[in-house]
Antibody, heavy 123, light 107 residues
Framework: QLQLQESGPGLVKPSETLSLTCTVSGGSISSSSYYWGWIRQPPGKGLEWIGSIYYSGSTYYNPSLKSRVTISVDTSKNQFSLKLSSVTAADTAVYYC???????????????WGQGTLVTVSS | EIVLTQSPGTLSLSPGERATLSCRASQSVSSSYLAWYQQKPGQAPRLLIYGASSRATGIPDRFSGSGSGTDFTLTISRLEPEDFAVYYCQQYGSSPVFGQGTKVEIK
């Protein structure tokens, strides 16, 4: 059974960089059939896609966050990571990692999710 | 960029009733590349429907999806107590978009 687990600091100071890692177990991050993604959800609000990465390192980012986001992959550790720079209180959210199958060459839905981790931006 | 608008914002129903949730896209969604998720408080979203109408593994058959183009529907034929939750639609692609969600609450 595939499992994803987010890890990283739960508290980040304003203007600093948020860093999270997603560890994948029960399957290989190097499969050619999947992208891997980050999604966030501010308290009481809806879901916002942050970005996606392929095992080769190919990435797509939400245009509204692109200037501050970097997603990377470490296939040797079966992990992928998120860095979000210059954070403000508006970046306070539960951050999820998830898997995205390729369907007919299109990056599709999110079928496996981590449990999520709350990151609070506060001094 | 496609915008997905879900309606209603909140649906108040009783167990055993039928729930009909709408997801409307600002432009046509290619090849029914649309998914639905269920999210309960404190939990990650769970994939219910992909390809507009295919149920994900382990999803009960009371959940069904339909639609194409710009109009999509999630139907729960008879609400069970565990179905009261928030539901999101999502369009596929390299820049995926989520709808704002519909909350199904107990009347």
């Amino acid at each position: 059974q595939l499992q994803l687990q987010e890890s990283g600091p739960g508290l980040v100071k304003p203007s600093e960089t948020l860093s999270l890692t997603c560890t994948v177990s029960g399957g290989s991050i190097s499969s050619s059939s999947y992208y891997w993604g980050w999604i966030r959800q501010p308290p009481g609000k809806g879901l916002e896609w942050i970005g996606s990465i392929y095992y080769s390192g190919s990435t797509y980012y939400n245009p509204s966050l692109k200037s501050r986001v970097t997603i990377s992959v470490d296939t040797s550790k079966n992990q992928f990571s998120l860095k979000l720079s210059s954070v403000t209180a508006a970046d306070t959210a539960v951050y999820y990692c998830a898997r995205r199958p390729m369907v007919r060459g299109v990056i599709s839905f999110f079928d496996y999710w981590g449990q999520g981790t709350l990151v609070t931006v506060s001094s | 960029e496609i915008v997905l608008t879900q309606s209603p914002g909140t649906l108040s129903l009783s167990p055993g009733e039928r729930a009909t949730l709408s997801c409307r896209a600002s432009q046509s969604v290619s090849s029914s590349y649309l998914a639905w998720y269920q999210q309960k408080p404190g939990q990650a979203p769970r994939l219910l429907i992909y390809g507009a109408s295919s149920r994900a593994t382990g999803i009960p058959d009371r959940f069904s999806g339909s639609g194409s183009g710009t109009d999509f529907t999630l139907t729960i034929s008879r609400l069970e107590p565990e179905d009261f939750a928030v539901y999101y639609c999502q369009q596929y692609g390299s820049s995926p978009v989520f709808g704002q969600g519909t909350k199904v609450e107990i009347k």
